[in-house]
């Protein structure tokens, strides 16, 4: 017969029964190995000379490379792009900035008196079919 009935218990107490243990091993640091940024692709994508359609991207771009030139559109995020059909030709033009603003004069700080050139990217459209029907005037 046993006499574990004799003996006292010790008080339970509530805390102890309560605390949790971690379920799961520290790791320690791990570092990101396996990131894989995707390229963007940014810069010419059409050459000089090719024929685009309107609406085609020219150019894409982070920062102002190039600059929109006839017939060239300037997206929100600086991409250029064609407004007609036509040929793409691209020009390298003196660029003139304004002196008095503060963002040219930080830009171009020391180059005052130094030509400044900027890569523009113009589309000369297409010439018209000249097939025009005259109708007299009732």
């Excluded at 520290?26 to 050459?47: A, F, I, L, M």
Aim: glycine share 8%; charged share 25%; proline share 5%.
């Amino acid at each position: 017969m046993s006499t574990n009935f004799l003996i006292p218990k010790k008080p339970v107490s509530v805390l102890v029964d309560i605390v949790r243990h971690a379920s799961k091993k520290t790791g320690g640091s791990t570092k990101n190995t396996n990131c894989k940024v995707k390229p963007k692709h940014r810069g010419w994508k059409v050459q000089d000379g090719h024929f685009v359609q309107a609406g085609h991207i020219v150019a894409t771009q982070r920062t102002t490379r190039f600059h929109p030139g006839l017939n060239v559109g300037f997206g929100r995020n600086g991409t250029l792009f064609a407004m007609e059909a036509g040929k793409v030709v691209v020009t390298c033009e003196k660029f003139d900035p304004n002196w008095e603003h503060t963002w040219v004069q930080r830009l171009y700080a020391g180059r005052e008196n130094q030509n400044i050139f900027k890569k523009y990217f113009n589309v000369i459209p297409e010439p018209q079919h000249n097939r025009f029907k005259l109708i007299d005037e009732v």
